[in-house]
Each structure stands twice: as structure tokens, then as C-alpha cells.
T-cell receptor, first 112, second 115 residues
Framework: GDSVTQMEGPVTLSEEAFLTINCTYT??????LFWYVQYPGEGLQLLLK?????DKGSNKGFEATYRKETTSFHLEKGSVQVSDSAVYFC???????????FGGGTRVLVKP | DVKVTQSSRYLVKRTGEKVFLECVQD?????MFWYRQDPGLGLRLIYF???????EKGDIPEGYSVSREKKERFSLILESASTNQTSMYLC??????????????FGDGTRLSIL
């Protein structure tokens, strides 16, 4: 079946540092890929998405590129802020059913 | 903006009780989902529904059932609660099946403790 693997956290950074969270996937067919973010005490929010190979999703300074050749969708941000402290989830969905398959989540802590 | 509302943020129940978790969405979405979230395991799909009175098992349906009598409401039922069902439960909704680039919209979660 489909699966998503992302780096384990926690990832601790200083403000203005560069952030990368690795995500790789295994799927038959041509999934759509997503990054969701969960701030403390809240549900998940969609951060960005990409629906086909070489698409780049971007939002709030975050970017991720759908790399079919490496089955990856790494999340990056050039300069993090304290407010970016959250848990980040990589996920995929296939055409049949719109069910999401999630990675285990990566907790990011940004210190001032 | 899509609003997905879960009836309780925190809930404490006893082993063997029948527990109901309620979820309502206000955007006329066809799909609704129930997940549980556990540390290190991410989110795992319990059940989902793509229409009124329709339901499909997810990856971990054992010990749970669901009800969808109205389009906007999706209930998760723990038939006889057990301590291993202590978890964070998240409800989500999305536009209809087959459109795989439609994001899911999540509620804030219910943290359920079974004593």
C-alpha cells in the first residue's frame, strides 16, 4: 500500500535559520502531495500542495517540489520565525477515494 | 472559510462506556473522515464517508463505528471504550471523491481519555 516517510523530530532551530524537512513516499499511480501544519492545540491546516511531477507548492515562505524521480516532496523555508514552531505532516492522496496517507509528523521548534 | 466543528475539545470516559464524538462541517462537503493521532504514528484513518448513510473502513476500524444521517454531520462511535483508544481524534471534510487534489479541512480535535 501507499506510505509516506518523513524525518523524525524534533528539529530545533534558531530564528532566521534555514529549514528542511525531508519527505519521501511510496505509491502506485500518480498521487497528489500535501504538507499540513499543526500549531499547538489546533487541528491540521493545509500548508501547500502539488498535484503532478515538477509542480512546486508554496505558501507563507514555505516551498516543496514534487520530484517523481526521487519520490520526494521535501519542505523548505529560507528563514524561520518563532511562529513557525509546529508539527508538520507530509501526506499523499490517490485519485480513488481522496483518502490521505500521512507521514509520522515532524515537530519543529524555533528558538528566538 | 470552511468550518469543521468537533463537539468537544476534551473528553474523559470510563472503560466499557459507549462514546460518541460528533463532527459538523458547514461547506456542503461530500467527504468526511475520522482519524486518530498518536505520537510517532501520525494520523491514521479510522472511517470515512462519501455520502449520507455511506461509510467505508479506513486503516484501523476495529472497535469503532460511524454514522452519517445528514450530509453535514459525521459521528464516531466507540462501542465499548478501552484504554488503548485514549488518543486525539480529528475529523476532516473535503469535496467529493475522485478529485484527488482537493485538500481536507480539519477540526481542532477531541482529546479523549479512557480511564
Amino acid at each position: 500500500g501507499d506510505s509516506v516517510t518523513q524525518m523524525e523530530g524534533p528539529v530545533t532551530l534558531s530564528e532566521e535559520a534555514f529549514l528542511t524537512i525531508n519527505c519521501t513516499y511510496t505509491a502506485t499511480g500518480y498521487p497528489s502531495l500535501f504538507w499540513y501544519v499543526q500549531y499547538p492545540g489546533e487541528g491540521l491546516q493545509l500548508l501547500l500542495k502539488a498535484t503532478k511531477a515538477d509542480d512546486k507548492g508554496s505558501n507563507k515562505g514555505f516551498e516543496a517540489t514534487y520530484r517523481k524521480e526521487t519520490t520526494s516532496f521535501h519542505l523548505e523555508k529560507g528563514s524561520v520565525q518563532v511562529s513557525d514552531s509546529a508539527v508538520y505532516f507530509c501526506a499523499l492522496t490517490q485519485a480513488a477515494g481522496n483518502k490521505l496517507t500521512f507521514g509520522g509528523g515532524t515537530r519543529v521548534l524555533v528558538k528566538p | 472559510d470552511v468550518k469543521v466543528t468537533q463537539s468537544s475539545r476534551y473528553l474523559v470516559k470510563r472503560t466499557g462506556e459507549k462514546v460518541f464524538l460528533e463532527c459538523v462541517q458547514d461547506m456542503d462537503h461530500e467527504n468526511m473522515f475520522w482519524y486518530r493521532q498518536d505520537p510517532g504514528l501520525g494520523l491514521r484513518l479510522i472511517y470515512f464517508s462519501y455520502d449520507v448513510k455511506m461509510k467505508e473502513k479506513g486503516d484501523i476500524p476495529e472497535g469503532y463505528s460511524v454514522s452519517r444521517e445528514k450530509k453535514e454531520r459525521f459521528s464516531l462511535i466507540l462501542e465499548s471504550a478501552s484504554t488503548n483508544q485514549t488518543s486525539m481524534y480529528l475529523c476532516a471534510s473535503s469535496l467529493l471523491m475522485g478529485q484527488n487534489n482537493q485538500p481536507q479541512h480539519f477540526g481542532d480535535g477531541t482529546r479523549l481519555s479512557i480511564l
